[in-house]
């Protein structure tokens, strides 16, 4: 059945079965719905110019809105702290005995090598930091 506006408990409708299914209904896809082009039916929305150009902003901040939504009010669901681990470990390059510990590494030879005669290494703070 048409509707006329976005309601958030709409149910998607599977094409194959051609039944309902328990699954809720986007914004994103009742608007690009909506908005497709068909060429057996009138739609009177894609032929209003710029009142069907507010319209598309406005559908957008509300996708956009749902969608922020979703992601701030299922933190739980999403783990994303796992993911800030993963990206902790692409950055020690995969080495997963080094995530979340403090390395620090005496002076070097490459260090020392790197200074100017009579220089010290706390002179070089762009090396030792």
């Known amino acids: ?26 914004a994103m896809n009742y608007y690009a719905y909506r908005m497709r ?17 507010q319209f598309a902003v406005d ?7 749902e969608r922020l939504a979703f992601i701030r009010f299922n933190q739980a669901n999403l783990r994303s702290e796992d993911y800030i681990h993963l ?3 692409i950055h020690s390059d995969g080495d997963v005995q080094s995530i ?5 590494r005496p002076l ?5 090598r790197e200074l100017e005669l ?11 930091a």
């Open 59 to 65: 559908m957008y901040v509300k996708v956009e809105t």
């Open 118 to 128: 009579s220089k010290k290494p706390k002179d070089r703070h762009d090396i030792i």
């Open 87 to 89: 990206r902790d470990a």
């Open 37 to 53: 082009i068909r060429t057996h039916e009138e739609d009177v929305i894609l032929k209003c110019r710029r009142l069907f150009q």
């Open 108 to 112: 070097s030879y490459i260090i020392e």
């Open 100 to 104: 979340g510990r403090l390395t620090i």
């Open 1 to 26: 059945q048409r509707q006329d506006r976005y309601d958030i408990t709409l149910k998607m409708f599977d094409p194959t079965t051609g039944v309902l299914t328990n699954k809720n209904l986007s």
